[in-house]
Each structure stands twice: as structure tokens, then as C-alpha cells.
């Protein structure tokens, strides 16, 4: 049964500073794996889809890698600003998605 | 297009009580996933379809709980009778295999709270 664990579950950085979330896996066979950001009461939004082919997706401050064979992924946060904060939710697909129980950021300005 | 779309937003209902919610996932997409969000468990799985068949719902809590998709745009989670423990978010999500990236988009969820 594939488990998905996120570290830390929860992190406080001064903003400017480049922070990285940590997700590891234990079934490698997977088809895809998906970074979502949750703000408090709201729904979850899609930031990065990574198949299992790719090694790494970029968008803006963003950069989330995959290294299927050690079962981990890094989401790397650039030059953090305050309205990053939220809950960071990492989830793989063998079918269907397992969610890993996320990191809560704070951005502290 | 719209996004996944859920209703109600917010529910509110005495331990007993039928509760029924609803999902319109995104057109074209052929999978749609029900989750439950809550602080002490995150989000697991309820059920998913794909085609509006259900293919696994081995996440269902218990028989209380039921999901239907009679076409492919509109499911529904019933739960019957109602109790406290079932107070969370509900979401509904869905993906299609547009580029065969199966990336998932969840609709804004349904707060259910069993008093």
C-alpha cells in the first residue's frame, strides 16, 4: 500500500528565504506526481504535475523535482513572500492519488 | 470552463438527518474522485469513477455512505443517517487524460457540519 509522507509537517521562514518541502513515497511504481497548495478553508490548487518520466517542472518561484527511484520529491520555494503561506500537499498517482498530509508554511514579513 | 463545481458549500444537519452532496466535475474529464479532509486523518479517499462506473470505493467508511455519477456530469455523495463523526470537508475532484497528464482538480469542497 503506497504511503506518502510529508517533512516538516509544519515550517516558519522570514520572508526572502529560499525554503524547500520534503515528500518521500514507498511504492516507486507510480504514474505522476502532483504538488497542491491548500489556503486555510479553501479548496486545493493544483501548483505542479510532474510525470514519472520527468525529472523536474518549473513554474515561476516554483521548482518541484522527482526522484523516482529513492521514492522522493522536493518542491523548491524561491525568494518566499508572505502570501505563500499555506498548507503544501504532495500526492502520487498509481491510480488513484495518495495525499501525503502536507506542510503548513508560514511567511513571516 | 467553470472548474469542478460543488453544492452546498456549507451544510449543517442534526445526527439522523439525510445529507446529500453534489459534484459537476469538469467536462470532458472521465475520472471524478470524492475525498474526506479531515484534521485528525488529512484527506482519504471515499470513492472515484472512471466512464461514471465505480471502480473503488473501498475508502466508504461504512454502508451509510453512498455515491452515484448517473451521467458524466454530476455525482452525488448521500449519507444516511448522518452522524457527528461525518463532520469534515467533503471534496469532489476530477482529471481526463487531455496529454495523458491525469493532473487533478479539486472543486472548492462542501463543509459538513453534524451536530
Known amino acids: 500500500k503506497q504511503e506518502v509522507t510529508q517533512i516538516p509537517a509544519a515550517l516558519s521562514v522570514p520572508e526572502g528565504e529560499n525554503l524547500v518541502l520534503n515528500c518521500s513515497f514507498t511504492?516507486?511504481?507510480?504514474?505522476?506526481l502532483q504538488w497542491f497548495r491548500q489556503d486555510p478553508g479553501k479548496g486545493l490548487t493544483s501548483l505542479l504535475l510532474?510525470?514519472?518520466?520527468?525529472r523536474e517542472q518549473t513554474s515561476g518561484r516554483l521548482n518541484a523535482s522527482l526522484d523516482k527511484s529513492s521514492g522522493r520529491s522536493t518542491l523548491y520555494i524561491a525568494a518566499s513572500q508572505p502570501g505563500d503561506s499555506a498548507t503544501y500537499l504532495c500526492?502520487?498517482?498509481?491510480?488513484?492519488?495518495?495525499f501525503g498530509k502536507g506542510t503548513r508554511l508560514s511567511v513571516i514579513a | 470552463d467553470a472548474g469542478v463545481i460543488q453544492s452546498p458549500r456549507h451544510e449543517v444537519t442534526e445526527m439522523g438527518q439525510e445529507v446529500t452532496l453534489r459534484c459537476k466535475p469538469i467536462?470532458?474529464?472521465?475520472?471524478l474522485f470524492w475525498y474526506r479532509q479531515t484534521m485528525m486523518r488529512g484527506l482519504e479517499l471515499l470513492i472515484y469513477?472512471?466512464?461514471?462506473?465505480?471502480?473503488?470505493d473501498s475508502g466508504m467508511p461504512e454502508d451509510r455512505f453512498s455515491a452515484k455519477m448517473p451521467n458524466a456530469s454530476f455525482s452525488t455523495l448521500k449519507i444516511q443517517p448522518s452522524e457527528p463523526r461525518d463532520s469534515a470537508v467533503y471534496f469532489c475532484?476530477?482529471?481526463?487524460?487531455?496529454?495523458?497528464?491525469?493532473?487533478?482538480?479539486f472543486g472548492p469542497g462542501t463543509r459538513l457540519t453534524v451536530t
Open positions: 510532474i510525470q514519472s518520466s520527468q
Open positions: 469513477f472512471n466512464n461514471n462506473v465505480p471502480i473503488d
Open positions: 500526492a502520487v498517482r498509481n491510480t488513484p492519488l495518495v
Open positions: 511504492d516507486s511504481a507510480i504514474y505522476n
Open positions: 467536462s470532458g474529464h472521465d475520472y
Open positions: 475532484a476530477s482529471t481526463g487524460a487531455g496529454g495523458g497528464s491525469y493532473e487533478q482538480y
